[in-house]
């Protein structure tokens, strides 16, 4: 157990719907970070929210959006959804303090599976 | 750009057997690295993490790993594999080259034989 709990667990959707996706951080961490993981590939990194500040994305399109609260849950919006967006979509959280974050674990919650038919 | 590979996609071995998972990576920069591991159907779980130090990095389940700078490599190793080990494990590293973000190799399937 990693304290860092994701909902839903699984998702169905159709192409051009929307989604959002959640996670609860675990407790006392102020950095989230999110990946998609498709099928039989590694992670791939979407964004970072530090302090509810985006701090780094990777090569993800516009439709694809974040937010982190005050009490620095997250949430993974996407938009337009595309066939290629089934993927799974994992939350890490870390302790990020400025000129540290590199030596920060990250902690997994179990992810969200979304499939887009 | 920086970047990970995991040379092997699925690695079989027996039971009780040693195994070896091998990791490079380019940066021109220092690294940090890591291995994770995920069990089917779950998240991601940290094995062990290089930040400085010794090279030689203990981690979780048995499992250590190497780093080697002159080689570029993080390989991961268990003397004894029990079949609870399977699984799918993955390098990971950052560095200032990649603005501090993790970058993943594809992972390697340890497939334990009875």
């Known amino acids: 157990e990693t304290g860092v709990t994701q909902s839903p667990t699984h998702l169905i959707k159709t192409r051009g719907q929307q989604v959002t996706l959640r996670c609860s951080s675990q407790?006392?961490?102020?950095?989230v970070s999110w990946y998609q993981q498709a099928l039989g590939q590694g992670p791939q990194f979407i964004f970072q929210?530090?302090?509810?500040?985006?701090?780094g994305r990777g090569n993800f399109p516009p439709r694809f959006s974040g937010l982190q609260f005050p009490n620095y849950s997250s949430e993974l919006n996407v938009n337009a959804l595309e066939l290629d967006d089934s993927a799974l979509y994992l939350c890490?959280?870390?302790?990020?303090?400025?000129?540290?974050?590199?030596?920060?674990?990250?902690?997994f919650g179990a992810g969200t599976r979304l499939s887009v038919l | 750009a920086q970047s990970v590979t995991q040379l092997d996609s699925q690695v079989p071995v027996f039971e009780e057997a040693p195994v070896e998972l091998r990791c490079n990576y380019s940066?021109?920069?220092?690294?940090?690295l890591f291995w994770y591991v995920q069990y089917p159907n779950q998240g991601l779980q940290l094995l062990l993490k290089?930040?400085?130090?010794s090279t030689l990095v203990k981690g979780i389940n048995g499992f250590e790993a190497e780093f080697n700078k002159s080689q570029t490599s993080f390989h991961l190793r268990k003397p004894s594999v029990h079949i609870s080990d399977t699984a799918e494990y993955f390098c990971?590293?950052?560095?200032?080259?990649?603005?501090?973000?993790?970058?993943w190799g594809a992972g390697t399937k340890l497939i334990i034989k009875p």
């Open positions: 890490a959280s870390s302790l990020g303090t400025s000129g540290s974050l590199a030596k920060n674990i990250q902690y």
């Open positions: 407790s006392g961490h102020n950095t």
């Open positions: 929210y530090y302090r509810e500040e985006e701090n």
């Open positions: 940066s021109s920069v220092s690294v940090y």
């Open positions: 290089y930040l400085s130090g």
């Open positions: 990971a590293v950052t560095s200032m080259d990649s603005n501090y973000q993790l970058i």
